[in-house]
């Protein structure tokens, strides 16, 4: 029995597959390599191609005996997704329509889909609860709230159950310092933070310093990757005993400033990190914190990692090792 996992050489993926094999599940990756790395699956077996490419679909369930499915493969720029909409519906939507329209075919019935917190919008009150409104402010959280929704009626119609986990924001690096980050461009703010750390960057912008938070640059909960790839485990142990659908949010439940993330990385580092103020980004919600006490008790998720300082120095390990990412 293995676990196929699709966009398993991207960032969380490749983590999630790290994991799995520690756990000694027998694992199957599948990704296009659009923008994840062959060298991060770290020997994992290994298909390249779409969730979109029937054939491949077709050999890979036919040549293992696929339990579960874990589902990565998914384009996740919110700003590029407001200028290209329909990349992410045909990427996202269509592709996960493929992917589990395969899955019906071969009798898979098990699936933990990779989610986000851009399906809430504008949250209603902190911490968010999963049960709060989902009103995405961009295609990319639309594009993933589309898919949460359709395997919701797929377990009503045809039993496909589904554990749906909306992370709040990925961060670190595996511990042992095997694998990490590496996004071309990089978007994300730790990444580039250390990158002025490594002097690849002359300073970091802080987008907007004009909020309603405590120092006024905007407030996020910072998950280490590696306590994102236990719950994704902890997913199909999940499915395979209790064969029920659920969603979770993963955070460690506090949150910090961008000042105060770049304050941590100057202690991290010791390089005292240029940062001039910028205007606010487009569609940044004021303060992001997640409540994850229902995939505490639910599925007895235990962040092994919670310390944004040692977040920050699993990331700085991994970037100091490898300062042009995987071609370093
Ligand atoms: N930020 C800066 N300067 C930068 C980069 C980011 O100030 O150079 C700020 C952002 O404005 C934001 C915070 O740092 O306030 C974190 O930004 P990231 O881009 O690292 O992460 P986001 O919170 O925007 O996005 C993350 C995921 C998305 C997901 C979203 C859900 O990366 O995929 O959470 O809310 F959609």
Redesign the pocket.
């Known amino acids: 029995m293995a676990i196929l996992v699709v966009g398993g050489a991207g960032y969380i993926g490749s983590h999630t597959v790290l994991y799995l094999q520690d756990q000694e599940e027998e694992v199957v990756v599948l990704d296009s390599l659009e923008t994840g790395h062959l060298e991060a699956t770290l020997g994992a077996t290994f298909y390249e191609g779409s969730i979109e490419d029937e054939r491949i679909l077709d050999t890979i369930f036919t040549k293992h005996t696929i339990d579960s499915v874990i589902h990565f493969a998914a384009y ?1 720029l ?1 700003g590029e997704s407001v200028g290209n909409p329909l990349k992410y519906y045909e990427n996202n939507v269509l592709g996960t329509y493929k992917l589990v329209k395969k899955m019906q075919e071969y009798g898979v019935s098990r699936i933990v889909f990779s989610s ?3 399906t809430y919008g504008e949250p209603v009150s902190i911490p968010i609860k999963e049960s709060d409104p989902t009103i995405p402010t961009n295609p ?2 639309e594009t993933k709230l589309a898919i949460e929704r359709m395997l919701k009626w797929c377990d009503q119609a045809y039993g496909l159950k589904s554990v749906c986990l909306r992370y ?2 990925a961060a670190g690096a595996d511990p042992k310092g095997q694998i990490g980050e590496d996004h071309t461009p990089e ?4 990444p ?1 933070v250390l990158q002025v750390s490594l002097n690849q960057r002359e300073h ?5 310093e004009d909020y309603d938070t405590k120092d006024g ?2 407030v ?1 909960d910072y998950i280490h990757v590696l306590d994102l790839a236990q719950a994704h485990y902890l997913a199909v142990q999940s499915l395979r005993e209790k064969d029920e659908s659920a969603i979770y949010n993963l955070g460690n439940g506090a949150g910090f400033t ?1 000042k105060e993330v770049i304050d941590t990385c100057r202690d991290v580092t010791g390089h005292n990190i240029p940062a001039q103020v910028a205007p606010r ?1 487009a569609g ?1 919600p004021a303060t ?1 914190i997640a409540s994850s006490e229902l995939a505490k008790k639910e599925l007895g998720w235990r962040p092994a990692y919670p310390s944004l300082k040692e977040i920050i120095s699993h990331a700085w390990s991994w970037h100091q090792a490898h300062p042009n990412g995987f071609k370093s």
Not at 187 to 190: A, D, G, K
């Open positions: 996740s919110v986000t917190a851009a990319y959280g709040f924001n978007s994300h703010l730790i580039i970091v912008q802080i987008f907007g640059s905007c996020r961008v980004r940044d992001l």
